[in-house]
């Protein structure tokens, strides 16, 4: 007889205005979801966007619940919320019987800050498709400060393990300033800049 598994939730957002197909094929790789699997997780969900429907159908059509290619886990997805993803973050949050889990995020300010407010782990992925792209700096900054993983397309099973580490020592939001900050830009600054705020 199998063992009931403590639900815990992986949620993954793209976010509201770019594509990033390449995060959500990566999050529906054989090595991510075995990884997800082996980490206790028993819960996947995707918001994909609207260009992103066809790769979510694609491997719901081709991957039937119970089937090996899913690894075990219930796996969900849905385009867009108009009432913001606050729901989806708690469930990842965990708690009343369900373990916490982690957020999967492109790297916008608004979807990075809704996590952190919400105190669950989360993983930045930085979109490469982007002009003018910031969102490098951004995750690259937050993460030396010790408040994400910096997630890369090519490393996500490794990301999802340092979430864990960051699960045990994640600071608190919104940041103490008055911590002394080398780089003299800080986390505002970085902020600002991704925010499109100037001098």
Same mark, same amino acid.
């Given at each position: 007889?199998?063992?009931?598994?403590?639900? %815990?939730?992986?949620?993954?957002?793209?976010?509201?205005?770019?594509?990033?197909?390449?995060?959500?094929?990566?999050?529906?790789?054989?090595?991510?979801?075995?990884?997800? &699997?082996?980490?206790?997780?028993?819960?996947?969900?995707?918001? &994909?966007?609207?260009?992103?429907?066809?790769?979510?159908?694609?491997?719901?059509?081709?991957?039937?619940?119970?089937?090996?290619?899913?690894?075990?886990?219930?796996?969900?997805?849905?385009?867009?919320?108009?009432?913001?993803?606050?729901?989806?973050? %708690?469930?990842?949050?965990?708690? $009343?019987?369900?373990?916490?889990?982690?957020?999967?995020?492109? $790297?916008?300010?608004?979807?990075?800050?809704?996590?952190?407010?919400?105190?669950?782990?989360?993983?930045?992925?930085?979109?490469?498709?982007?002009?003018?792209?910031?969102?490098?700096?951004?995750?690259?900054?937050?993460?030396?400060?010790? &408040?994400?993983?910096?997630?890369?397309?090519? $490393?996500?099973?490794?990301?999802?393990?340092?979430?864990?580490?960051?699960?045990?020592?994640?600071?608190?939001?919104?940041?103490?300033? %008055?911590?002394?900050?080398?780089?003299?830009?800080?986390?505002?600054?970085?902020?600002?800049?991704?925010?499109?705020?100037?001098?």
């Amino acid at each position: 007889m199998a063992v009931a598994r403590t639900p %815990r939730t992986c949620f993954v957002t793209i976010g509201a205005t770019a594509r990033f197909d390449s995060l959500l094929k990566v999050a529906l790789s054989p090595s991510f979801l075995s990884s997800l &699997y082996a980490s206790g997780y028993t819960a996947l969900v995707l918001q &994909y966007g609207a260009e992103g429907a066809q790769i979510f159908n694609n491997f719901i059509t081709s991957n039937n619940v119970g089937s090996e290619g899913r690894y075990g886990l219930d796996i969900s997805g849905f385009d867009f919320n108009k009432r913001g993803l606050g729901a989806e973050m %708690r469930a990842a949050k965990g708690g $009343a019987g369900t373990a916490e889990g982690v957020v999967i995020s492109h $790297a916008g300010s608004g979807s990075i800050l809704d996590a952190l407010r919400i105190a669950v782990p989360i993983i930045v992925v930085p979109n490469p498709n982007l002009l003018d792209n910031h969102q490098v700096q951004l995750a690259e900054q937050l993460a030396s400060q010790g &408040y994400v993983v910096h997630g890369c397309l090519d $490393a996500l099973p490794e990301a999802l393990h340092q979430s864990d580490v960051l699960r045990e020592k994640q600071k608190a939001w919104p940041p103490d300033n %008055r911590n002394y900050d080398p780089s003299g830009r800080g986390l505002a600054g970085v902020m600002d800049d991704e925010m499109g705020f100037v001098d």
